[in-house]
């Protein structure tokens, strides 16, 4: 399956794909011929960039999945205006890495801010202050209250985030997506047990970042 927000980028390429050749059919030429090959190779990229995998979400509702895929880049201490004291666990996507992002927990959507800001690489954990973020603050069926960063990277130019306050979400439903390398950070309270460690590569929809206790 193929994320829709590929589609602005996907239809184009392929337009230009298929002028292209039927050009270099008419009027046979060199330089043509290589651009459409190289083309091509941008049309597979993105088909393979904008995929959308099915996953197995765990069974157990109460599990915290993964919203994202990615390697785990940093778990640290920090003070979050509005959640206070919180854990933050920080994903980095590589434009390898599916960039659908799920929702985690089942609950209510609390707040929903977008915060310009510069374009580190995604990599460099001055990101998740400083980089261009979409920040949702959600609460779960529990009332625990978490926040999930959606964060552009020094590729990713394009956070997609089409929730809004007060809307009651579902887990394994999408949160939003972001287009090309980017972040993003987790931020729960010290009620969370965290099930991973610095350096796994975890799954959206299916690695179990943890549990509220």
Known sequence: MIAAEGKVILIPIFLVL???FGVQQIVPMTWLYKINWLVLALFIFSLYFFRIPVRQFP????????????????????DDPDLGAVTQI??????????????????????KNVNKGKFLAAFNHKASMDNEQTSTVLKDL????????????????RIIN??????????????????????????VGDNF???????????????IIGYFK
Not at 92 to 111: A, C, E, M, R, Y
């Open 162 to 187: 089409n929730l809004s306050a007060g809307e009651t979400v579902v887990r394994g439903n999408q949160l939003g997506f972001i287009r090309f390398g980017s972040r993003v950070d987790i931020l």
């Open 59 to 78: 069974d157990d509702e109460k599990l915290f999945i993964s919203p994202a895929d990615g390697k785990i880049v940093k778990i640290t201490a920090i």
């Open 142 to 157: 529990e009332g625990n209250k978490f926040k999930i960063k959606q964060i552009a990277g020094f590729i990713a130019r």
């Open 90 to 111: 920080s994903i980095f996507l590589s434009v390898f890495n599916v960039h659908k992002q799920w929702i985690p927990l089942s609950g209510t959507v609390l707040d």
């Open 18 to 20: 298929i002028f292209g």
């Open 193 to 207: 047990k965290i099930n991973i460690e610095m350096g796994d590569k975890v799954k959206g929809g299916e690695t």
